[in-house]
């Protein structure tokens, strides 16, 4: 076990940039097609809106975030290796079947 790092705005950062397409083609970040309420919860993500209709830059609204918050933590906990990302596999068809 380690302690969490619990900022959410680098977080939220270092998911945008892993979704990012990279110098060689890839983003460092996929969501599998049978992801759907993850696919979803990234649609619903929302910031409280300023009276000019602009979303402010602070924290999101803690609404249907539970998926989000574990990519986040994942990604700012978890050191890639050289590739600049790694490869998740299933192979007793707990996830992915």
Known sequence: MREADNAV?????AVFK??????DG?????VHERCKHTIEEFGKYRYKDS?????????PLKV???AMDAIRYGLKTHKYGNKGYVILEDKEGVFFT
């Open 9 to 13: 705005l680098p977080g939220i950062d």
């Open 18 to 23: 892993a979704l990012n397409i990279q110098p």
């Open 26 to 30: 890839k983003p460092r970040l996929y």
């Open 51 to 59: 009276k000019e209709g602009v979303a402010k830059q602070e924290n």
């Open 64 to 66: 249907d975030d539970h």
